[in-house]
């Protein structure tokens, strides 16, 4: 799509990050002033802390993983490899799948999870590219912590290890139903955490379920509309508050991520200048040209070229510094995606 040329780039293979730093916050830490049109690095994630002021507030994401990937298997033996994106009715019957090879199946065959019979999951057929799949039973999360396996993301090209089921989370996550991590704060410890703290900055929780549209590639409809995926999120009353309060203080707010940055722009109301209270689903999707007026820093991952993460990190800054920044990435050897290097905007 010719939008997004502006967008692209060509990653190197070594560049993308298969394994984790051995220190969460040793990761490389490329810093933005939006304001100076400048980038230089910190070195480490850890030096974030002679960029914070006393004040500061670090909004995160407290989603947890959930072990959705599932391997599935049929009568014949034949394995389907699936992940579980949500439930399509309150009882978690029904649910929606990204499942392999499903033109190998009929209506109503029966597949269950790979050394787990007692589960068993019947085919309903498709919607879109997705697949639905029903059991008799109501399946939770607590059910795929022993059939499943954490979802790392496809481009790892790995099978997940022990060390993904820690590091794959966030020291933040409480609230279980994504299918990826929300990867800015991979980088936090919580010596780290704390340090800030000492330094006067403090720390907030939203919640945004990560769904389906972090593997989906950008449609022109999506650029047409937009619009991306719906997400569900969620705005505690004392995080509104805070928020509401610090904003009237002239305190920064940072932004944890790109998931927390989508919560934030969709409850922040631009006329009243206030952040409200509430359960819902946003489409959200910031690009280029997009005033965003909810954050005044940005923590990131590098991103896939031509995505809808990198056009929101463009947004938040400017197109020509993010891409400029990008290519020194490039050219310094910087780890690409959910397991590598940082940058802090503001």
Known sequence: MDFLQE???HLPEEQIAKFPMENRDESRLLVVDKTESKFWEAPLFKDITTLVRAGDIFVYNETKVSYRRVYLQVESGRIHESIF???EDETNHQWLCILKNRAKLKLADKLFPVGFKEFEFFYQGAKEELSILHSERSISDSDFEIFGNIPIPPYLKRNVTEED???????????????????AGLHFTE???EKLRSLGAEFLPVELQI???TFRPLTTEQWQTKTL???NYSVSGSTATRLNDARKEGRRIIS?????????????DSQLETYKVGVGQTD???SPGDNIQSVQGLITNFHLPKSSLLLLVSAFANTRLVMSSYHYALKNGFRFYSYGDSMFLF
């Not at 089921?165 to 990867?183: C, E």
């Not at 998931?259 to 722009?265: F, K, M, N």
């Open 256 to 268: 944890v991520g790109t998931t927390t940055l989508r919560v934030l722009e969709s409850v922040f």
């Open 284 to 286: 959200i999707f910031l």
């Open 211 to 213: 769904g389906y549209g």
């Open 85 to 87: 994106l949500e439930a």
């Open 229 to 231: 995926h719906k997400e």
């Open 191 to 193: 010596p780290l955490k």
């Open 7 to 9: 967008y692209d780039f």
């Open 165 to 183: 089921k820690v590091r794959y989370q966030t020291i933040f996550a409480n609230r279980s139903g994504s299918v990826a991590a929300p990867t």
